[in-house]
Nanobody, 122 residues
Framework: QGQLVESGGGSVQAGGSLQLSCTTATVPPGSCELGWFREAPGKRRELVSSIDVDGTTKYSDSVKGRFTISQDTGKTALYLQMNSLKTEDTAVYYC????????????????WGQGTNVTVSS
């Protein structure tokens, strides 16, 4: 699926906003689900939000109402608008394509970007 490259991470105070971007030009449009994951120190990588090939979006309960996932019209970029950020949102955020969860191993398998750091301070 090629290279996924994230950008837009950084440091922000609680209550602030950030927008993450991911280039997905090498992922054939409509080929598979795209998503944003995050991994906080000492925690497992978790799904934050996803967008299916038909445009259906999903959010984890922890970010619902605060984060918005979207794509550009050409489907060459994926975005995550993060508002009302909380300290517990601090993590490395990963863009992913074609993610599959393996129940027995309790791990996600996907085409991953390199990750971008998000730090939210109180």
């Amino acid at each position: 699926q090629g290279q996924l490259v994230e950008s837009g991470g950084g440091s922000v105070q609680a209550g602030g906003s950030l927008q993450l971007s991911c280039t997905t030009a090498t992922v054939p449009p409509g080929s598979c689900e795209l998503g944003w994951f995050r991994e906080a120190p000492g925690k497992r990588r978790e799904l934050v939000s996803s967008i299916d090939v038909d445009g259906t979006t999903k959010y984890s309960d922890s970010v619902k109402g605060r984060f918005t996932i979207s794509q550009d019209t050409g489907k060459t970029a994926l975005y995550l608008q993060m508002n009302s950020l909380k300290t517990e949102d601090t993590a490395v955020y990963y863009c992913a394509a074609c993610a599959v969860y393996h129940e027995e191993q309790r791990i996600w398998q996907a085409y991953w970007g390199q990750g971008t750091n998000v730090t939210v301070s109180s």
